[in-house]
Each structure stands twice: as C-alpha cells, then as structure tokens.
C-alpha cells in the first residue's frame, strides 16, 4: 500500500502561485471554541512569539483565549493579529487550529485545500466529515496521532488526558465526605481515605498521583500487566488479576466473557470497600466497558463517591449519566464532561505545544507546506484529504451511513 500522499492532490488543493513572492509566510489561524463548555484554546501566546519569530503569520480570532485567560492583548504582544470576524480569520489562512470538532457551518467557510488542525471525534461527526470531504478540506484529527516515541510531544490526547485525571482526583476529594489524608488530632486519629482508580492509563495515573499527593491509601486496576510497575511506582497498590489485556498502541484490549467474570469479581470486592473510585477505562472508538454495576453500587459504602472518567463513552459504572451527577443508594454518580477545560489555562499551553510539534511535521525549512505527506505520523493522522477520507475506520462509518 503506498502511503505517500500528495499535497497537490485535488482541485485547487494548496499549491504555490508562481506570481506570488517566495517569503510569503504561512497564516496559520487560530479559531475561538463555540462548543458549549468549552474554556480551551488552541494556541497561547508563549507558542505564537515561538512561531511568528519562524516566520509564520499568525492570527487568533477575537477573545479567543480569553475564557482561558489569555486577553488579545498578550497575543497582540507575542505578534500575532487579531481578527475581529471568523471571515477576516480564514481570509488566505493556509492552516486552521482547533481544539474541537468544526461544524459543518465552520467548514462551509474554509477555502478548498485549507488544512485544519484538532480533535475531530470522526466517529460522532460524519456529517462534518463527509462535508470537509465534499469541499476538499484537509483535516488531520489529533486523536490518530500514533503511540510512537517521536510522537510523544504531539500526543494530545496524553497531555489533556493527564489533566483529566488531576481533575478527577480533585472531584473526588471535594465531593467525599471524609478527609483524604490521615490526621492525628486531639479528637483522635482520622484514618486515610481509600481511592480506587480503575484504568492506569496516562488519566489513571494522574489520578493516581493526585490523590496520593493528598494523603490518601490509593489502589489501582488495569488489564495490563504492563500497569503494575508504573503504579506501584506512584506508591499504590496495584491488584493483581492473572490477566493480559495488553492491545496495540498502548491501549487495552476487549476482554472474553470469562475474563470479564474474573474482573467484575475483583473489582466489586475493591469497589466495595472504596471511598472515591476514579474510573477511565476506555477503548478507542468503542463504548467504554462496564465495570461497576447496578449490584455493585448498592454495596458500597454510604457517601462514596464515583468519578466516571469514561461517561462520554457510555460510561463505566452502568448507572452514569453523561454531564450528570445521581445518588443512587447513598453513593454520588458524578459523570463528568470535558474535564481538561476546567483547567484552561494549563491544558490551552499544553495542547499548544502538542500543535506547535505537530506543524514543525507539516511545515518545511523554507517555511511552505510540505508538498507530500509521507511522514507516518502524518499518514497515521490524516483523516480527509483531497476529496477523500483517508481513515479507514471512519471511511466505512460513512458507506454505512450513505454520507
């Protein structure tokens, strides 16, 4: 299979004009998020002094960094320009950096071969995606960049998975009733919370260290055999199951039935007796795999508290709600959403990172777009090009469908 890819491919695909003077820069521009909910922004001002000193134009539509705190002005001062409308934003823009999905609205407004840059959940978005093809949009979608060494400090779905488990290591200890730590006071002496992390992915460890950080005996579960040594590490307990779940990537792989039995048993054991249980097990473009049951939960201990990291996924705890909070048998269900924008500021700087690696992939010495995409992390990542979809995954989502 040849995986070399053209940058010319396709009517009025991005293509030098011979008229047009040799030092014209890039304009990569930088959209401001519609989605509800969403704080984070794609570039920060400390990675746009970074490019704009390269060569590169770059302009941040307005106030798009301030729900993560980043005002125009200290964009104004790292050198980029402000755009007062989406219009005045993509006017020539060659690259466009997202955090979330476009909408078919947004890629209405995109010129034929702009290359846009996110988290593009293909998956959940077929319209947009059979659109961008329709229009000739190249898109590359964050969540393919592949698990490979050089491609760690492009790996977005790490850093904002790191934040994820911080933030739900912080959830559960506000929304516990118990201390975390152990305190020896005059009224006697509080023994330590127990928080059970289920999932020690980049998100579980993060967890993990979180909430050991805080004082609590922590516990952790994954398939993976692979998993003990870094849990152990962070000063858990890592529960063994004579299991190897080890998948591609990185990634766990679906368990048979009779391992699953195996699991639930353990799992229900230590569940039973936790205070907090952070939970991120997910598998890539599946629904994510019930761990806690209805039966479970009814053992728990009055005023524990579930964190279901995987509740946009369908959830771990079969009770979830996605974006909802339940009590269900004196035990708080609290499904959250979206947890790298409640910390904006940090994860805006990190995801801005991970792009400003992306591009030094995409962009050439000479300052032009690469005219082939033969890097494997850019084939790896490309999701439509040239009229094309080029994932194969998403490419049959879409025959099924008919888009």
Request: charged share 20%; glycine share 8%.
């Amino acid at each position: 299979m040849n995986t070399t890819i053209s940058a010319q491919e396709g009517k009025g695909n991005i293509q030098k004009d011979p008229k047009s003077p040799a030092t014209m820069p890039v304009v990569i521009a930088v959209s401001r998020e519609k989605t509800p909910g969403e704080q984070r922004v794609a570039m920060v001002p400390e990675v746009v002094q970074k490019l704009t000193k390269s060569g590169y134009e770059i302009r941040i539509e307005h106030d798009a960094g301030a729900a993560a705190f980043y005002p125009d002005n200290l964009y104004i001062v790292a050198g980029a320009k402000i755009a007062s409308s989406p219009a005045e934003l993509l006017d020539g823009a060659r690259i466009v950096l997202r955090v979330q999905p476009p909408t078919v609205t947004d890629v209405d407004q995109l010129t034929v071969g702009t290359i846009v840059i996110g988290f593009m959940n293909p998956s959940t978005n077929l319209e947009t995606v059979a659109r961008m093809r329709d229009r000739k949009v190249t898109a590359f979608a964050l969540e393919l960049v592949p698990r490979i060494s050089r491609a760690q400090s492009m790996d977005a779905l790490s850093s904002q998975a790191t934040a994820g488990g911080y933030v739900a290591a912080i959830m559960g200890a506000d929304n516990c009733p118990k201390f975390l730590p152990m305190l020896t006071t005059a009224a006697g002496t509080i023994r330590p919370a127990k928080v059970l992390i289920l999932g020690a992915g980049v998100a579980g460890l993060m967890a993990i260290a979180t909430a050991k950080r805080l004082g609590a005996l922590v516990e952790a579960y994954d398939v993976r055999r692979a998993a003990g040594e870094q849990v152990r590490s962070l000063g858990a307990k890592f529960l063994e199951l004579e299991i190897n779940a080890e998948g591609q990537g990185g990634y766990a792989r679906e368990l048979t039935p009779e391992e699953k039995v195996q699991e639930q048993q353990m799992v229900s054991a230590a569940v039973a007796q936790a205070d907090i249980i952070i939970t991120t097990a997910a598998i890539p473009g599946r629904k994510a795999p019930v761990l806690i049951t209805r039966e479970t939960v009814a053992m728990m201990r009055p005023g524990a508290v579930i964190i279901d990291m995987a509740a946009e996924s369908g959830g771990n705890c079969e009770m979830t709600q996605a974006g909802k909070t339940i009590r269900e048998h004196g035990v708080l269900i609290i499904g959250p959403q979206n947890l790298p924008s409640r910390v904006p500021f940090h994860t805006s700087q990190m995801y801005a990172k991970n792009l400003q690696s992306f591009l030094a992939l995409l962009i050439d010495r000479e300052g032009e777009v690469v005219r082939e995409f033969t890097d494997e992390i850019l084939v790896a990542s490309l999701l439509v090009h040239a009229g094309e979809v080029r994932h194969g995954p998403t490419r049959d989502l879409l025959k099924e469908g008919k888009l």
